[in-house]
Each structure stands twice: as C-alpha cells, then as structure tokens.
C-alpha cells in the first residue's frame, strides 16, 4: 500500500522547489494535493508539471487571515479533508548587517514566515482530521544564528516556536506538528542568497557554502521532500514536536 493512500495534502508555497517535488513525491504515494501560492502562473505551471487529476491549486496570500481560511475550506470542498497540511510558504529577505537591514524587508520577511506559519496553524488545524500531521519549513537558521540575515534567522527561530505550541494543542487529537530544518538547498532561494553574499561572484559563495557542509554539498529540493514524506505518513504516529535537521552533518560541528 501506497504510504499516502486515501489521504488528503495541503502545501503552502507550493510553485516553489521543494513544494513541487513534495507534490510530486505525495501523488507518486497516494495523496491528492492542493498547492497554495501567490503567483497564480506559476501554481498553473507546477499543476501541469504534475500531469495528475488529483492535484489542485489555490491561489492566496499566506500573510491575509481571509486567503488562508479560504485555502483551507477549498481544500475540504475539493477533496473532502485535509490529512497532512505541510506549512512550507516562505522568503529570505536580503543579506545586511543588522545595522543596515531595511526595516520594511523584515516587516515582510516576517509576515510570511511566522504570520503565514502561524495562521496556517489557526485555520487549517480546525479543518484537519484527527491523526493527521503538520509539517512546518524551518531551517538550520532557525537554530543557529548566521551574520546579515538577521530577519530570516529571527523568522525561522519563531516557526519553532509555533511548532511546538501547536504540537501541544493538537495532541489531544493525536495531530502531529513538526519542523524540518534543511541547511542550504540547490534552489531559487540559495541563488538569491549568494548573489547576496557576493554580487557579482554567485558561484565563488556557493562554493564557499558548500566547503563548510561536511558532505560537501547543498541537499536536493527532493532530499528534503523524502523526509517531510515520512513525517506526513503514518510511519511517524509518535512523533510530535521534534525538530529534524537535514543538513549534510553541519550540526555536528
């Protein structure tokens, strides 16, 4: 039996590289989906990159109470329930000094990595079936800190924050919460960053990324979809309110 079989997922961020490949991942296991984003061209482009009649898509904004109860109730409507709810939507903001980070960046940063977290949780619990899982995208910044990424760290600090007072909440239902904390992954997201680190010289930072990650590479948007597969299926019922590091041995340091 397929390890997602019969079950419902919802995932936030979901045109993005490791929203898609976990999508990919869920259907090849059973699921139907619903990816939720804001750029409804991209969300069409990923659907049909799927090739599947079982996945949809909902076009709203993580940081609007009103988008994401909405993305919630459509899910149910579709497919008839939510199983698994990964809460994956999230940015990085610009690389500077404290001293010099612009504060409307932040504000930003913020507003969809803890208040786009935090009102997935609100909305979508109630609307989740007893026994499901929940799956928030933190980061290995959200355990350590990391010079000039001061909202990006503060941000992924705070989804822990969240994971763990809803894993308490929603345990009387036997819902699980968990966070995954990937170091750098080989995506859209790091290219930002190293243009960041080092404009002008992108490859010359990432090989300086990598040098420091003890398997000497960046993970793969996939290897991190093959761990939030196992916390969303029921190979993981009693696990709840652990932190899972995917970073190539960089904790160990």
């Known amino acids: 039996m397929k390890r997602l079989e019969n079950k419902v997922a919802l ?5 993005g590289s490791i929203g898609q490949t976990t999508a990919k991942l869920f259907l090849e296991e059973g699921a139907k989906v619903v990816l ?10 990923a659907v049909a990159g799927l090739g599947s009649d079982k996945v949809d898509y909902v076009v709203a ?8 109860e909405r993305y919630a109730q459509e899910t149910v409507k579709k497919f008839g329930k939510i199983d698994v709810f990964f809460n994956n939507a999230g940015i990085e903001g610009v690389v500077k000094p404290i001293t010099e980070f612009p504060e409307d960046v932040f504000d930003k940063v913020m507003a969809v990595n803890v208040k786009g977290v935090f009102l997935g949780c609100k909305y979508v619990l109630p609307q989740m079936n007893d026994g499901g899982s929940m799956i928030i ?9 990391s010079a000039d990424f001061v909202a990006y760290v503060a ?15 929603a345990a ?4 699980r919460v968990n966070t995954v904390h990937p170091s750098p ?11 960041g680190y080092a404009p002008g010289a992108a490859t010359e930072a990432k090989k300086g990324l990598e040098s420091g990650i003890p398997l000497g590479r960046y993970a793969a948007p996939l290897e991190i979809s093959k761990l939030v597969l196992f916390l969303g299926s029921d190979d993981s019922q009693f696990i709840t309110g652990a932190q899972y590091v995917i970073d190539g041995g960089s904790s160990a340091k």
């Open 11 to 15: 995932i936030t961020g979901g045109a």
């Open 36 to 45: 939720v984003d804001l750029d409804e061209a991209a969300l069409k482009q």
């Open 61 to 68: 904004n993580v940081t609007k109470a009103t988008d994401v």
């Open 137 to 145: 995208t933190s980061s290995v910044a959200g355990l350590h800190g």
């Open 155 to 169: 941000s992924k600090h705070a989804t822990l924050g969240i994971m763990k007072t809803a894993a308490l909440e």
């Open 172 to 175: 009387p239902r036997k819902i």
């Open 185 to 195: 992954v080989d995506n859209r997201m790091m290219r930002s960053i190293e243009e």
